[in-house]
Nanobody, 124 residues
Framework: QVQLVESGGGLVQAGGSLRLSCAAS????????IAWFRQAPPGKEREFVA?????????LYADSVKGRFTISRDSAENTAYLQMNSLKLEDTAVYYC????????????????WGQGTQVTVSS
């Protein structure tokens, strides 16, 4: 089992920045690929945002966030991050962290473990 807890969401003006954190506990963090998804409005399918391999050597981004968002991980802290810059109104969503054993990709079905989500609201 892997437990994931997101934090760092909040209200920010368009053009601003936020950094989301995903703290992991349970199994060996370095065995798990990590991804961020977002969902807006509630009930809509979760949208892929970014992913990083279990080794931290490759990343992948949705076209909508490429060049603005950066995913990273700190194995010593068992934490993954999503740095979000130049935020836009359309980035407003609940952001979820997900983990899967040695997986890496855009498909939400690859990931077995999910956090509870953190709300990001971008205002004009």
């Amino acid at each position: 089992q892997v437990q994931l807890v997101e934090s760092g969401g909040g209200l920010v003006q368009a053009g601003g920045s936020l950094r989301l954190s995903c703290a992991a506990s349970g199994r060996t963090f370095t065995d798990y690929g990590i991804a961020w998804f977002r969902q807006a409005p509630p009930g809509k399918e979760r949208e892929f945002v970014a992913t990083i391999t279990w080794r931290g050597d490759s990343t992948l981004y949705a076209d909508s966030v490429k060049g603005r968002f950066t995913i990273s991980r700190d194995s010593a802290e068992n934490t993954a991050y999503l740095q979000m810059n130049s935020l836009k109104l359309e980035d407003t969503a609940v952001y979820y962290c997900a983990a899967g054993s040695r997986v890496w990709g855009r498909d939400a079905r690859l990931y077995n473990y999910w956090g509870q989500g953190t709300q990001v609201t971008v205002s004009s």
